[in-house]
């Protein structure tokens, strides 16, 4: 497809399980972004790509929240040991050029809905 | 600390009618500001990107204006349709020159456009 895909759409996972969060970006997109966004809030920085580079993370909640992007195109969102509060929408972004340069559009995928119970 | 903060939360028109859409924020140093709408249940789309030269943004019926000096900026809607009913969000990002870019997300206005 032509749009950021992530998937799934919905996860419920009990509390004290792993979870892995898929994000594709647009094709040839050099950045990539991951946000929380908790109800009735607006995105909240996560962490960044620059290609295969993880060169912010500083948004992570905690040392239970990894992200990578080994070849630079599928990254993936994974959380250990969940917690009650990291229900949210996790949405992945992508751009054309690269961060530091950040005049671009970032393309948003619909993001997955994450319960935790 | 950056700050976006955006006003109304929320908002509710007849359609047809024209709406104005603040955002305040201090970022700094400043590098953009970007308006996207949110429909609910889909991801952010963009509206309008404006850098630090440029006061006005126009896309379509969408018009943003951006004051660097009073760090203001407002979306302007004109003729609202059904379909314009979303979340609109600002958010600002740093001149990324002293460091790495982190953009500041607004919490967002909910509009509601009735018939």
């Known amino acids: 497809g032509a749009g950021v895909s992530q998937s799934p759409r919905y996860k419920v996972a009990k509390r004290g399980q792993d979870v892995a969060l898929r994000c594709d970006p647009i094709s040839g997109h050099v950045s990539l972004f991951w946000y929380q966004q908790a109800l009735g809030q607006g995105p909240e920085f996560l962490t960044y790509f620059q290609n295969e580079a993880q060169l912010d993370k500083s948004g992570l909640p905690s040392d239970r929240f990894f992200a990578e992007r080994p070849e630079g195109s599928v990254s993936t969102l994974k959380i250990q040991r969940t917690q009650q509060e990291d229900s949210a929408v996790y949405l992945c972004a992508s751009s054309f050029e690269r961060g530091h340069y950040s005049n671009q559009p970032q393309h948003f995928g619909d993001g997955t809905r994450l319960s935790i119970l | 600390k950056n700050q976006v903060e955006q006003s109304p939360q929320s908002l509710i028109i007849l359609e047809g009618k024209n709406c104005t859409l603040q955002?305040?924020?201090?970022?700094?140093?400043?590098?953009?500001l970007r308006w996207y709408k949110q429909d609910t249940g889909r991801g952010p789309v963009s509206l309008t990107i404006?850098?630090?030269?440029?006061n006005t943004k126009s896309n379509g019926r969408y018009t943003a204006t951006l004051d660097a000096d009073t760090k203001q900026s407002s979306l302007h809607i004109t003729a609202s349709q059904l379909s314009d009913s979303a979340s609109y969000i600002c958010?600002?990002?740093?001149?990324?020159?002293?460091?790495?870019?982190?953009?500041?997300f607004g919490r967002g206005t909910s509009l509601i456009v009735h018939p």
């Open positions: 404006m850098t630090f030269s440029e």
């Open positions: 955002c305040n924020y201090t970022v700094s140093p400043f590098s953009n």
């Open positions: 958010v600002v990002s740093s001149d990324p020159s002293g460091g790495s870019y982190i953009p500041t």
